[in-house]
């Protein structure tokens, strides 16, 4: 049966700001207190969506997590009316403040892992829902995540969460590719962490931040999703990258179908890693050449990765290229930093699947440590499950139109840390989430 990779960006919500929350993302860090501009990041993600669907690629959008999450900031002790546990935290705990106002959950790619009906033994389409241990921020994001994938996929097997302890620490997507001739055949899972709960004292560690992902977490998954052993390959981050600020695989290898784009410091055991994959695809059902496209560090230092986002690319399939070309979809910081587009154009020169690159500017994602990857979950659906799949969250040109509308109503032109404490803030981000709700054809998803 036919099946298609869809892009699912999740929609930059109306509290976008940087409150430098995220220990180990070099941007997020720099940011920190800084003005954002919630209204242009919107647009800009919808932007990209659109740029990729004009070039033929299905795309769907995901809609902001509520904000602020007074539930959380409950939770932690702060009672009353919204206005008086809003004031408290701003005068207490205004880290806890910016906490409940993050709207990182634009992050799609750290939403979910997921695995197709086509590699699952009980050929249905499997999603488990990150459980984000790492950071408080986002450790409230899971619930909903959970409660829209059952809306959106009611076709599915959406999990629970992992067990929300550090053995489990699971970060998502952003630490998974799937490789396979065609989304429609079985293909194989790759799962890349940062650590194991139980290692002895004399493994190698990063030194400055702590990995976030467990190997744990990426075999429960495998389990979870009935994926077959024989067709998983695990791998775990250089540590020296991590110290560099590559908190997630993503931020330094990007994968689609049989090609893998990465840097040479991504992986321990590089030689290994590439071997495990050329083997396991050569295996498949319809086996296929792994095409993996190196970058040395001569070309792009390890601490130069962070500052172009090189690698935070999407790697796609243009319907009207031949079958092997790749497309890689880039933001514009790395057509800005000369190393990195120098690379970008030996790659693009050279024989491999990768034909050309298209930048688009996600620049207020960007300055909070997420770029064109970090932005999307990829979903591969066949079309029966297509047709389950919920109508009113695929990208259409009239929806952009609608959403680019709601954005100007509703977002504010800028965005300081002071202003979290505005308690209109937080009743200006739920009226914008209720109209969205019959935008989107999802009534009742806001509790």
């Avoid at 669907?53 to 959008?61: F, K």
């Avoid at 009672?79 to 880290?95: K, N, R």
């Avoid at 992992?162 to 799962?191: I, K, M, W, Y």
């Avoid at 202003?419 to 803030?425: G, T, V």
């Amino acid at each position: 049966m036919t099946a298609h990779e869809i892009n699912f960006d999740g929609l930059v919500g109306p509290t976008h700001n940087y409150a430098g929350l995220s220990a180990g993302n070099l941007h997020s860090m720099a940011s920190a207190r800084s003005v954002s501009a919630p209204r242009r990041a919107a647009h800009e993600g919808l932007a990209k969506m659109r740029r990729l669907h004009d070039m033929g690629l299905p795309q769907a959008v995901l809609p902001p997590h509520p904000r602020p999450d007074l539930h959380a900031l409950r939770a932690v002790g702060f009672e009353g009316s919204d206005t008086q546990a809003l004031t408290a935290a701003a005068a207490h705990a205004p880290e806890l403040l910016a906490s409940v106002f993050s709207a990182s959950g634009m992050w799609a790619a750290n939403a979910a892992t997921v695995s197709p009906s086509a590699d699952s033994a009980d050929g249905r389409l499997h999603l488990t829902p990150a459980n984000l241990t790492s950071f408080f921020h986002r450790s409230i994001e899971p619930a909903f995540v959970t409660r829209l994938f059952r809306r959106l996929f009611p076709m599915a097997a959406v999990h629970e969460p992992l067990p929300a302890c550090d053995t489990f620490s699971d970060e998502g997507a952003a630490n998974h590719t799937r490789f396979s001739p065609s989304d429609a055949t079985p293909g194989v899972q790759f799962f890349v962490y940062g650590r194991e709960a139980n290692e002895t004292e004399n493994t190698t560690r990063p030194a400055r931040f702590r990995a976030r992902h467990t190997l744990e977490a990426s075999r429960a998954i495998a389990r979870l999703h009935r994926l077959d052993p024989a067709r998983v390959a695990y791998a775990r981050q250089s540590p020296a990258a991590i110290d560099a600020g590559v908190f997630h695989n993503d931020v330094i290898a990007v994968g689609r179908l049989s090609t893998l784009l990465y840097h040479e410091d991504a992986f321990q055991n590089t030689a290994e890693v590439l071997a495990q994959l050329k083997a396991a695809m050569a295996s498949l059902p319809e086996p296929a050449e792994f095409h993996p496209v190196r970058i040395t560090r001569a070309e792009l230092p390890l601490d130069e990765i962070n500052a172009s986002y090189l690698f935070n690319s999407q790697l796609v399939h243009v319907p009207s290229d031949p079958a092997g070309a790749r497309t890689l979809i880039a933001p514009t910081d790395t057509e800005s930093q000369p190393t990195a587009r120098a690379a970008v154009g030996r790659v693009v020169a050279e024989d491999n699947p990768i034909v050309r690159a298209v930048y688009v500017d996600v620049r207020q994602s960007m300055r909070n440590g997420g770029g064109p990857a970090c932005l999307r979950l990829r979903v591969a659906m066949n079309q029966a499950e297509r047709a389950e799949l919920h109508p009113g969250v695929l990208f259409t040109e009239t929806l952009h139109a609608e959403l680019d509308a709601w954005v100007d109503r509703h977002y504010r032109v800028e965005l300081s840390p002071a202003d979290l404490a505005d308690p209109a803030l937080g009743e200006e981000s739920r009226r914008a989430l209720a109209e969205l709700e019959s935008i989107l054809g999802l009534e009742g998803l806001y509790e």
